[in-house]
């Protein structure tokens, strides 16, 4: 399944109020506890991170190498 940013504020909104049942676009999910509430949350928090993740910054370095000391 492919989770995006929306599904996440579902997730957080049962989560802030207390409620294991989600509702998405077409579907209704009931959790059995909070825990597997959390793990939901958390498995779609890394989905989705890995899937928007660019590539990192480059790293610059200054080199400065002399011959007769500094």
């Known amino acids: 399944m492919a989770w995006t940013q929306a599904d ?3 997730l957080d909104t049962a989560i802030k109020s207390g409620t294991k049942r989600v509702r998405f676009s077409d579907r209704e999910v009931e959790y059995m506890s909070m825990s597997d ?3 939901a949350r958390n498995l779609a928090a ?3 991170a890995a899937t928007t993740q660019s590539q990192p910054p480059m790293v610059r370095q200054h080199r400065i190498y002399t011959d007769k000391g500094w």
């Open 37 to 39: 509430l959390l793990m």
């Open 46 to 48: 890394t989905e989705v």
């Open 8 to 10: 996440i504020d579902a």
